[in-house]
C-alpha cells in the first residue's frame, strides 16, 4: 500500500515536470508571451536611441524598429522594419521654410511628385531614413537638369546607433526573460 502511495506521488510529480517542458504547447505559448514582452521593451528602448541619433524626428522614423516572435523555435528578433512598399498612409507634414514670404532665394524649382511622396512617408515607411543614419551614405550628388550639372547632396556620416543599443537592450532583455521563465516555474510548482 505505501508503494503505490509512492509511486502515485512520483507519478504526479512526473505529471508536473512533464508540463513544465517545452514539449508542452500551454508552457510554450506562455514563454512565448514572456518573450514577446521582453522584446517589446527591448523595442522601445532602441527606438529611444534610434529617435536620439537624430536631430529632430517630425515624421517619427523611430517606429520602423520591429520585433519578431519566431513559431518554429523559442526566440525573436528586434531590427529595423526593410518594407518593400509604402503602407499607403501619408501625412501632410510640411518642413519648415528658412526664407521669409517673398524674399528672394531658395528653390525656384517645383517638386516633383515622388518627391512629395516620399516626403510624405510617415512611420514605419520610414525605416529607410534609420538605415541611412545607422550606416551612413557616399557621397551623394543632384542629377543634371536641362543639361547642367546638379548640386552636391553631402553624405551622412554613419551613427552606428542600433548596434550598440540593440546589444545592450537585447542583453538586458534575457536576462529579463531569464527571471521572468524562472518565476513561471516556481508559480507552476506551487
Avoid at 514670404?101 to 510624405?120: A, E, I
Wanted: no cysteine; net charge positive; charged share 30%.
Amino acid at each position: 500500500m505505501a508503494d503505490n502511495v509512492r509511486i502515485d506521488g512520483l507519478l504526479k510529480h512526473v505529471k508536473e515536470l512533464d508540463s513544465l517542458m517545452m514539449k508542452n504547447p500551454a508552457m510554450e505559448k506562455q514563454v512565448q508571451k514572456l518573450i514577446r514582452k521582453v522584446l517589446m521593451t527591448a523595442r522601445r528602448e532602441i527606438a529611444k536611441s534610434a529617435s536620439a541619433s537624430m536631430n529632430a524626428d517630425p515624421r517619427k522614423a523611430y517606429k520602423a524598429v520591429k520585433t519578431a516572435v519566431y513559431k518554429q523555435i523559442l526566440g525573436g528578433s528586434v531590427s529595423i522594419l526593410n518594407k518593400r512598399r509604402a503602407s499607403g498612409k501619408k501625412t501632410s507634414y510640411e518642413p519648415p521654410r528658412t526664407l521669409k514670404p517673398y524674399q528672394r532665394g531658395g528653390n525656384r524649382v517645383k517638386r516633383g511628385s515622388r518627391t512629395q511622396d516620399v516626403m510624405s512617408y510617415e512611420g514605419g515607411d520610414r525605416a529607410f531614413i534609420l538605415r541611412f543614419i545607422n550606416a551612413g551614405t557616399k557621397q551623394r550628388k543632384a542629377g543634371t537638369r536641362g543639361g547642367r550639372l546638379g548640386g552636391n547632396r553631402g553624405r551622412i556620416a554613419a551613427r552606428n546607433f542600433f548596434s550598440s543599443s540593440s546589444h545592450s537592450a537585447m542583453r538586458k532583455a534575457a536576462m529579463e526573460l531569464q527571471q521572468l521563465i524562472d518565476d513561471l516555474i516556481k508559480q507552476a510548482l506551487k
